[in-house]
């Protein structure tokens, strides 16, 4: 049980497009998803959490516009790079919060999307 | 405001060898302690976790003692394999939170 996927795997596109990544929750439902950044040989940049229904909480530095974040459903976020520029280059990673009342709400990972901006 | 610092890698070692990788935290309040495991290519797994002081986390031969009194989480293994190369991440959550903080992450690779 508690597992979370995401479509794509990787992805390459040219410098100026818009990429979307989806991240859902296969088997609960999640309240709050949040999507990472991570660098080659470095460790998780929390970018943002999303609770559905509810605008997504960026962390400081992270551009709201550049990374859109969408929690439409109790399984599902996406994660629209827009304008995507070769800086943008990376594995993005989400994870998922089951609902559980009281105490602390465990994290599950996606496999993560990488993605390559040419 | 809340950190964790892991040893440097890559650590490099022998099957059947003897591992630690250091941890040390840095909270205010008092966290929820958790090693995740990252294999290539993959996404972040859970190994273990300890949610009170003097807590043992243990999964698969891997344990951490949550000491408070040095605010340390540090990862040991009696005796690795080649199957445990990884990227292993400790980190923390407040009390009823949701933000886990990451450390750096230390390469553990195992040789036969």
């Known amino acids: 049980g508690a597992v979370v996927s995401q479509h794509p795997s990787r992805v390459i596109c040219k410098s100026g497009t818009s990429v979307k990544i989806e991240c859902r929750s296969l088997d609960f439902q999640a309240t709050t998803m949040f999507w990472y950044r991570q660098f080659p040989k470095q460790s998780l940049m929390l970018m943002a959490t999303?609770?559905?229904?509810?605008?997504?909480?960026?962390e400081q530095g992270v551009e709201k516009d550049k990374f859109l974040i969408n929690h439409a459903s109790l399984t599902l976020s996406t994660l629209t790079v827009t304008s995507a520029h070769p800086e943008d280059s990376s594995f993005y990673i989400c994870?998922?919060?089951?609902?559980?009342?009281?105490?602390?709400?465990?994290?599950?990972f996606g496999p993560g999307t990488r993605l390559t901006v040419l | 405001g809340n950190s964790v610092t892991q040893m440097e890698g890559p650590v490099t070692l022998s099957e059947e060898a003897f591992l630690t990788i250091n941890c040390t935290y840095t909270a205010t309040g008092y966290p929820s302690l958790f090693w995740y495991v990252q294999y290539p290519g993959e996404g972040l797994q859970l190994l273990l976790k300890?949610?009170?002081?003097?807590d043992k986390g243990s999964n698969k031969g891997f344990e951490a003692t949550y000491r408070k009194e040095t605010t340390s989480f540090h990862l040991e293994k009696g005796s690795v394999q080649v199957s445990d190369s990884a990227v292993y991440f400790c980190a923390l959550n407040m009390e009823y939170g949701n933000k886990l903080v990451f450390g750096a992450g230390t390469i553990l690779r195992v040789k036969s």
């Open positions: 300890a949610t009170k002081a003097d």
């Open positions: 999303s609770n559905e229904g509810s605008k997504a909480t960026y």
């Open positions: 994870s998922a919060s089951p609902i559980i009342a009281g105490g602390y709400n465990e994290q599950f």
